[in-house]
């Protein structure tokens, strides 16, 4: 027990960041350490959903706005923007699924053009017209992976050799690698922050 506390001590003293974590098991004279590598996904296209609900309150003049009303003056808008309302795609049953009870649609918009969905995005639209859902395609790579392993190793050894100096040892020779990384080939919620986190964990024996 005396042993492990000192070597609980001496890891404090090293000042990890938040973006490492480190175990020692000492009765196998082994060293584990986990790196994180930062990288951003990249966007290869972007698709937008909005719901459109039919008006459950008639006007002044007793008239019920329909899906077709308010899509139409939602598409208008738009095209008074630029944006080429052709590529709009409707789905009811999408609606129905989204466990609404009233009468509406889903409409959905894909482009790889960005300002063309912040377009679309900050254009003014009825209270009967709401954002459901903005997306972007992710497309991963073998390079990407490659650099991300790279990078990986790199940190992990020499975060391994400063702990292993810290309990007076070395790096005998790497035993063991595992990561963290699937391709991120897929449609992901759009949230702003595109950052995300490689994991590699290594595991050294000491001498």
Known sequence: MKKFLTI??????????KAQQTTINDNRSKLKVTAYVKY???PMKYRVK?????DN????WGKIATVEDIQSKFLESLEAKGIDTSKFKANNAEYALANYYDKGTILTYETTNRKELETILTTKRSKNVNLFKTEMYCKSSKDQYKKLV???LEKADTKARMLARQIGKSIDKLEL???AYYDRSEWVYMSGQTQ??????TTYSLK
């Open 177 to 179: 690698v595992e990561d």
């Open 150 to 152: 790279v990078k990986g």
């Open 50 to 54: 909005f719901t459109i609900r039919e």
């Open 8 to 17: 609980v001590i001496l890891l404090s003293a090293v000042g990890f960041s």
């Open 196 to 201: 995300q986190y490689y994991t590699l964990t």
């Open 57 to 60: 309150y008639a006007d002044q």
């Open 40 to 42: 951003d996904l990249k």
